[in-house]
């Protein structure tokens, strides 16, 4: 098989970062979004393509009234080359250039695979790092970027639907070869009807994943009031976690092993009884 990364690298000087999941509403474009803002913190040049091309909210959530959308990529494709696509995106004041999705869902039709595969390329030309929000589940749409991804955050959280389907789409990743590329990521990790965060990876079937803590008036503010947590509560646990998670993505570093939460003393004391 092709490694469709490698030749991404020797071809572009970007890398390309696809955030997916089983479920709408556990938290992607929270994460992708956030993410985009560490990376480019970081000192990166980085694109932020709504890839949920259907339902897509990036521009929403970050409280962009963007002129181009998808739309004007699609209508100039003949066209198009890294310079005019950069002419298409919106500036997010943090630096990021966003590619919003379609303005109506049935223009998702649109994006054909031969769009889908050039609209890449030249983004992976002109930027450092390009971060695709997706939406919920695996389509045709999804799976070609995720067949040329670099690097793979496929988002779960506790519940026991997001978690027998995330082991789904982990074994659609070992069938296709991805598995390597792909990392586990529990939002919400901290939420009190979690089941245990070991118990979780033994479902899985894997050693560690990326954690971020549940917090719901941070990450409200950044998706509804757009005001992403990594600019405007920098200091919070779930902006560390992503700032963390960031690091971990641009060393290579393995990701921190898990240190399950302490239980306090009253939950202690209450399950004695
Ligand atoms: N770590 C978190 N702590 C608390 N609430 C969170 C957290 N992450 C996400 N949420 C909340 O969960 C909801 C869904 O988040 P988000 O839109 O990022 O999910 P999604 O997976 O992109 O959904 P969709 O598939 O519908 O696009 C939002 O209301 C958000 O505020
Ligand atoms: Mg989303």
């Known amino acids: 098989m092709v490694d469709q990364a490698a030749m991404n690298s020797k071809r572009n000087k970007g890398e390309l970062i696809v955030v997916c999941g089983a479920k709408g509403g556990i938290g992607k474009t929270l994460i992708s979004i956030n993410l985009a803002i560490a990376l480019q913190k970081n000192r990166k040049q980085v694109a932020l393509w709504d890839g949920d091309f259907q339902f897509g909210d990036v521009d929403i959530s970050l409280n962009l009234q ?3 959308t998808m739309e004007e990529v699609i209508e100039s494709m003949d066209s198009l080359d890294q310079y005019s ?11 990021v250039a966003v590619l919003p999705a379609p303005r109506r869902p049935e223009f998702a039709d649109l994006v ?17 790092r390009v971060v695709v929000d997706t939406g ?3 389509t045709e749409q999804s799976l070609s970027l995720l067949e040329q991804a670099d690097q793979i955050l496929l988002v779960t959280t506790s519940g026991l639907s997001p978690v027998k389907h995330t082991k789904s789409i982990l074994e659609i990743f070992d069938a296709l070869e991805l598995r390597e590329r792909v990392r586990v990521v529990i939002n919400r990790s901290t939420m009190e009807s979690m089941a245990p965060i070991e118990k979780i ?3 899985l079937q894997i050693d560690t994943a990326y954690t971020v803590p549940n917090n719901f008036s ?32 641009e060393t290579g570093a393995p990701i921190d092993p898990i240190v399950p939460p302490k239980t306090s003393f009253f939950k202690k004391h209450s399950l004695k009884h």
């Open 218 to 249: 941070v990450a409200h503010a950044s998706l509804d009031e757009g005001r992403p947590l990594t600019l405007y509560k920098s200091k919070s646990d779930v902006a560390r976690a992503i700032f963390k998670m960031a690091e971990t993505m």
């Open 112 to 128: 054909t695979p031969a769009i889908l595969t050039k609209t890449l390329n030249l983004l992976l030309e002109r930027y450092e």
């Open 201 to 203: 990876l033994e479902t």
């Open 66 to 68: 963007p002129t181009f």
């Open 136 to 138: 919920a589940g695996i």
């Open 85 to 95: 696509l950069e002419s298409l995106m919106t500036v997010h004041e943090s630096g």
